[in-house]
DNA sequence: CGTGATTTGTACGTATGTATA
DNA sequence: TTATACATACGTACAAATCAC
């Protein structure tokens, strides 16, 4: 029953990881010392960490060293009410969302067909990191249309969530019209930003939002670190 | 801009089977070939093979060789009147299913949970294979009381529908209760199932069916090949 | 049915590049 | 700047799966 070298060293680490020896936030020995303490070489050493990393269990960093990650899988349950905060918080987890980018464009063809626009017609378009806990699950894109939302950006930064924002525009509740989503492998700045390793694969979300009366308000596409998340879905009428 | 020498080579295959110089079915040439092609080292051309298997486009079996993949992706909606064949069908593709094994099992403990029933109980298990156009994009296991549904793998196997069966037993229409998804790391059995690389993702998807009146009917866990098949859900009344 | 040839998988070694502290 | 730690890339050898004969 030995099989691979590397294998056997995955496992080793993973029961590791498991049986708590090694903690989140600690740092793994170095590659030479791992090489040392199990006797092999040093490609199945790195071909372990490399799946290890993938599975979400490690963070490899170049030029610092190896670290064992805080991966309670995250619970984002998917409806008609979808709301970013009221999903995650009560898991236990605090959250916080960092705007990296915003400004209005003219919407790209995708967008405007989502939100039933013109082609070209003015959006405000903003750009959000969003951390569990101070690790980052997701970021992503929004879109709002520029004219019924000039200042979206601004009254979401101020009132700290996008359901007060909404609501400051008097509309009083939203819902989430249609969601699609699909996995792929992250590109090397999208691994950046998550602060993941390069071959973690990413879950791409794309979602409109839209009044009670069916007209889009928004729509969006988010990028989540497939191994930090678990989507549900409930399909009762509710 | 030059940038590694393993993304270079796997850039140029990507090209390569864009442009259609590489197509559906076709054999790479072998790793020799295309170290003394592109006059570089059998890991970097390694390392790329497997960049592009874990994306979908490329499989590689040992002692074969390496393939093009056909890989249109699939959409597959998810609501609360998920039906696999009705929702692969219309996109013009050939859906098969295969029986692996089917038994008679005491309930693991999330299944009589998700069907309600006692701990323990009997119930009717079946795993099956499903290809779009004979490549393995799913497979999984379903469950069904058995008090209520004792020769459900017979009549499924006979009708050649799941739909068709549950009508058998006189139950005219059945919907989707709840539905959750996440992605992780195919173990080798899994990839070798799906004849996907091993480094490919998964995306597991748990979904429990009821019927009209809300009572559970069934319940399944079905692996599918995440870089087959991308996730739709609608939220509208309907 | 086995046997050898082909092809990918694993494993080891060594050297050099690059990011970080 | 120097030392450390991971990343890339070259090489070699043998194992394991597949296939044709």
């Known amino acids: 029953m030995t ?3 590397w294998t056997q060293i995955k496992d080793q680490l993973t029961t590791d990881i498991r049986s708590g020896r090694l903690s989140a936030g600690d740092q793994l020995p170095t590659e030479p010392q791992l090489v040392a ?7 199945s050493v790195r071909k372990a960490l490399e799946a290890l990393a993938r ?6 960093e170049q030029g610092r060293g190896t670290f064992v990650n805080a991966t309670p899988r995250l619970t984002y349950q998917i409806g008609k009410r979808t709301r970013l905060r009221r999903n995650l918080i009560p898991q236990g987890v605090t959250v916080s ?7 209005r464009i003219h919407a790209p063809e995708n967008v405007s067909q989502s939100l039933h626009l013109d082609p070209g017609a003015l959006v405000v378009h903003s750009q959000r990191i969003t951390s569990a806990n101070d690790v980052p699950v997701a970021f992503g894109s929004s879109y709002y249309c520029a004219a019924r939302f000039p200042d979206f950006v601004e009254r979401r930064d101020t009132l700290g969530s996008t359901t007060e924002a909404i609501r400051s525009y008097g509309i ?3 819902f989430r019209k249609s969601t699609s989503m699909h996995s792929r492998t992250a590109s090397a700045e999208e691994a950046r930003t998550l602060r993941q390793h390069p ?3 990413v879950i791409v979300v794309h979602a409109v939002d839209a009044s009670p009366d069916g007209t ?3 729509c969006s596409r988010v990028i989540w670190s497939a191994a930090r998340v678990t989507f549900t879905m409930e399909h009762s009428d509710d």
């Open 199 to 201: 071959d973690v694969p």
């Open 216 to 218: 889009p308000l928004s």
């Open 97 to 103: 969302s960092q705007l990296l980018d915003a400004g």
């Open 37 to 43: 303490r199990f006797g092999v070489g040093r490609h």
């Open 3 to 5: 099989k691979n070298t």
């Open 55 to 60: 599975e979400g269990k490690l963070s490899i």
């Open 172 to 174: 009083a509740d939203y």
